[in-house]
């Protein structure tokens, strides 16, 4: 019998489950449509379902796993007894492990979706080599994660790694949590849509992008952005650039707190426009980093994409 | 024999040697002045005699100890070959560990000053308890320390713990680091006094603290401070509120990266006005912290004192 392993990354969307064999290889992977507004136990069937068509494709006999990895959004740490904040699922406050238990007959261990993706990137993909690595992930918000010697930092209560709410600016923009001056509110899909639209809709700049996302900015996809960034439009790498120097900035902050020897840069964007962007962040990162030595520490593009989540969960 | 420890504060202006017994009493302690523009060689014959005299109080043998701690300023890991930065004794890129090690015929343990302070905050003082615990000294710079499960985070060049170099303005006040809007040019003696000589000398405001430190702005001392607080200084409150509000601001960014559940806030000033500029700490900290559950994480005034660096020391 081969000692695979087993994780799935729970989304607002989709639910993956990927199986790995014992040199973190994926042999099998099944993906289904996220159930829209269910209840615990009923999601659970359903990643039960994906869980076992990954397990076959593998080759694997989904009884032979003695634990499962669940990668989902919210506060979550391996042993939570209530998971708070998962909004994307509509839960708030719910026995997810207890419930997610009993469905699967075996343990299942529990992590934040975003830092399970720094935990797979800083051991099997970007940060493979490093100690201590820390990365920002670029998506609709910005999420992050902490990694120390190959182990995720929770913290207290589930909520280490939320780098899209540390403050680059007393006083700044407005973020959709409520406060103020949040990196998130710079370097996020959810931040740019809102600089675009200053720019676009109020001082009447023109703009590839508005044609690219039908003048919807609600749907910043990072394919038009990318796509509006290679075409050489004006505003799009205006705010881009000053959304990645922001990034820079911040990730000079956590930095000097978590003191990291690699960190690593992910997302959609970052993906797709890696050396060009990673130009402004170094530059927002060195402008702001305190060190002794800054060479020491390397910044790098995620490798992992999509399957970043997944493999993280069978990491925990 | 007793099991006693011993560690050693190596400051700017003095050496302090503490030995415990079992409990983390101190049982015996002893100060010299540090020699001015010494090298590591010298310096290690004078921190080996305070030692020895040390441990002449406590009634313990030298040669019964196991091994030393020392915290110092400068990037310092438990290990490092070479400690940089530590700008105070004039020394960076200095072989401190085996130098020590060589002088006191034992092992060293290396920890950076500050961190050091909360770590013994964190197991024998106002964290004690926690689990998850950052620390803020405000003093003549902002230093911090990050403590996981009563360990020290010391990061990948020691330089973990870093939090007067979190940036809470883009484009803010200078540092004297170089980079703008980091937290210690808003929360510390150093940022204060730039604050202070714009509202009296520029501005001209008048202050009691003008006479309290006879216009040297250069020599805040931390009791002058306190002092014009308590008198009711308008300017003296002013600068001082705001310079607490700007640490809660700072806190809740460091809380968005580890997610601690105690917050230790010491040094001097704070130390003495304890409850008054709590309340401004934690309206900057409540108006920034991005929770779910915001009462979770507690925030106290440090309990240990001018003993907590070599305390500290002894836990290394």
Known sequence: MKKARIGIDLGGTKIYAVVVDETDK????????????????????????????????????FSAFKNIGVA?????????????????????????????????????????????????????????????????????GLGGGVVLNGKLLTGSHGLAGEFGH???????????????GCLEAYASKVGMAAKFQELINNRGEKSLLTE???GDFSKLKSSALAKAYKAGDKVTMEV????AYSLGLGAASVAAV?????????????EALGKKLMSFIRKGFDEHLFALRP???????????????????TLL
């Not at 978590?258 to 970052?270: L, S, T």
């Open 166 to 180: 540390v403050i680059i600016r007393k006083n700044g923009r407005q973020c959709s949590c409520g406060h103020k």
């Open 240 to 243: 881009l650039d000053k959304a």
């Open 72 to 140: 989902m959004p919210g506060a979550v740490t391996e042993n939570s007894d209530l998971v708070f904040g998962a909004h994307n699922l509509g839960w708030n406050g719910v026995p997810a492990k207890a419930e997610f238990e009993k469905w699967f007959g075996k343990p299942v261990a529990l992590g934040n979706d975003v830092n399970c993706g720094v935990l797979a990137e800083a051991r099997l993909g970007a940060g493979k080599g490093a100690e201590t690595v820390i990365g920002f992930f670029m998506g609709t």
């Open 295 to 313: 060479e020491q520490i390397e910044l790098t593009v995620s490798e992992l994409g999509d399957d970043a989540v997944a493999l993280g969960a």
């Open 26 to 61: 994926v042999i099998g992977k099944a993906k289904s449509p996220t159930p829209s507004g269910a209840t615990v136990a009923d999601t659970a069937v359903v990643m039960l379902e994906t869980a076992k068509a990954a397990a076959k494709l593998a080759g694997v006999r």
């Open 258 to 270: 978590i003191d990291p020897d690699r960190i690593v840069f992910g997302g959609g964007v970052i």
């Open 212 to 214: 690219y996302i039908a």
